[in-house]
């Protein structure tokens, strides 16, 4: 027996993240080896992969599932699934 919940609003950032910190908070959304822009599916090592491995080393149990904004001025919760974790990614994420 699943569950499904549906989440209304987002809370503002001031001042808006850098591209940088909302490539960051998006990539923690899910799967930080899992690319789905590409074919394969899977994402080419990059130059962030040692910040997203040491954040993730410090990182809450789950998924995050937080999401900012393309401008970067809010952040949402995007709707996955099990939201059990979200308390303690948005803490995170805040940090």
């Known amino acids: 027996m699943g569950y499904q919940t549906d989440y209304v609003g987002y809370f503002d950032i001031v001042p808006p993240l850098s591209q940088r910190e909302r490539e960051l908070v998006n990539r923690i959304s899910g799967s930080p080896l899992v690319d789905s822009e590409r074919s394969t599916g899977l994402r080419v090592a990059d130059a962030d992969d040692e910040v997203l491995r040491d954040l993730l080393g410090r990182s809450p149990l ?18 996955g699934d099990k939201a059990n974790h979200m308390i303690p990614w948005l803490t995170y994420v805040m940090r």
């Open 62 to 79: 789950g998924w995050s599932n937080w999401i900012t904004c393309p401008r970067g001025c809010c952040l949402s919760y995007d709707g």
